[in-house]
């Protein structure tokens, strides 16, 4: 069993910063990447930024390249999600989630363990 607790989600304005931390416990190993994912009401998850083991490749959504950045600290089993010259549209609650090896990154249906979420709010 896994258990993913996230943090750091806050209101900042437009322009500002903030780092959620998505700490994992449990067997670590039986999963292969840390994803996040951000879902605003009523609309469907959408994923944001992965990492992977191992290697740590990371992939990220378009609309966040270059100004998210996510990390790990295998120390720590904490992963990272610097995020930087936000947006109002970015608003939205962010979710932690881990999966094994197969599936896309960026699929939300390829994960299963999540964690309980953190909301994130720009203001303009």
């Known amino acids: 069993q896994v258990q993913l607790v996230e943090s750091g989600g806050s209101s900042v304005q437009a322009g500002g910063s903030l780092r959620l931390s998505c700490a994992a416990s449990?067997?670590?190993?039986?999963?292969?990447?840390i994803g996040w994912f951000r879902q605003v009401s009523g609309k469907e998850r959408e994923g944001v930024a992965a990492?992977?083991?191992?290697?740590?490749?990371?992939y990220y959504a378009d609309s966040v390249k270059g100004r998210f950045t996510i990390s790990r600290d295998n120390a720590k089993n904490t992963v990272y999600l610097q995020m930087d010259s936000l947006k109002p549209e970015d608003t939205a609650m962010y979710y932690c989630?881990?999966?094994?090896?197969?599936?896309?990154?960026?699929?939300?249906?390829?994960?299963?363990?999540w964690g309980q979420g953190t909301q994130v709010t720009v203001s303009s």
């Open positions: 989630a881990a999966k094994p090896w197969g599936g896309n990154w960026y699929v939300s249906a390829a994960y299963n363990y």
């Open positions: 449990g067997y670590t190993g039986l999963f292969n990447c």
């Open positions: 990492i992977y083991a191992g290697g740590g490749s990371t």
